[in-house]
């Protein structure tokens, strides 16, 4: 949260964290517009004043990434911006140097940080406060927000609206997945049912709160860890690749585990008028079927494509003028 009362999307006065860190932090308008906005970028990338004209992104990553890194990055220079780029060895911090110290020189040097670490959100949060300027957490330990703002853009791309929708999430219920249920309940009438191998579901501290949001929207939230217990209706089947980025299993026999989760032309025809969705990198013969993957139903390529148009979103809304160095 903002210590300043200042909306998420906004820097603050005094020493406090701002950016965007977890979808549950937004309130329904802030996400709505950035999903809005995703959707008016992917229509056209021109339609902007070059918010980012004059500043300097700084692009952090430490664990693997094509999607997010090229779209952040490819997203500040379509702004206007330039860019810093870091690798997982290139800073300081793999010598001992504080988060402190290094968010205060970030602070002094750049106008807003894109961080994929893969560790706790509270070390970008504490990145943002010590050097002032607003982070984007763009995939961390417990959450991937900004994939959630992209799949929400693209089903509202596809469906018109947002409001209603039934959402069957297959696999993990990693960061992705967190992302997914905490954007989705900003919305009302949502149902989602997760569907995930028993030990690998969506935390229930993540669940309780996002259930919290949903009761007063008239949404639902279900897990599940049997496919007899999916629901009859579906308007999305959104699915993720097994093994998370920058995580790894105990049991070396896991993907037996996940084996009966295999999407292919079966089992999308339950649900014979669903989209198929998926986060990407895609590893066909494990979560997915080529079949389904390229097939006409699938939304997977223009969710892709909406990775940059949400960055896009994201960064302009973030953006403001300095207001002081640590």
Known sequence: MVATGRSLLGLP????????????????????????RSREFFTDRTGHDEPLRGKIAGILFTKTSTRTRTAFTTAALRLGGQ???????????ETGESVEDTGRVFGRMLDILVARTAGPVARLKTLSWAGGIPVVNAMGQEEHPTQ???????????????DGIKVLYVGEGNNSAVALTHGLVHYTGIELTLLT???????????????????ERGSSIRQVHALDEAPDAVDVVYTARWQTTGTSKPNANWREEFRYLHIDGA???RWPG?????????????????????????LAWTQAEMKLTSAMAVLEALIQPRQGSQ
């Open 148 to 162: 959630g703002i992209c799949d929400l853009a693209t089903m509202g791309l596809h469906f018109g609206a947002l």
């Open 197 to 215: 191998p028993p030990g690998y579901g969506v935390p229930e501290a993540e669940l309780v709160r996002a259930r919290a949001r949903a009761a």
């Open 83 to 93: 860019v810093i780029s870091y690798g997982p060895h290139d800073l300081q911090l």
């Open 13 to 36: 006065e005094r020493a406090s964290e701002s950016g965007i860190f977890s979808l549950a932090d937004l309130e329904d308008k802030e996400l709505d517009q950035l999903v809005h």
């Open 267 to 269: 089992f999308m025809s």
């Open 274 to 298: 669903a989209v198929l969705m998926h986060d990407l990198p895609a590893h066909r013969g494990d979560e997915i079927s080529s079949e389904v993957l390229e097939g006409d139903r699938s």
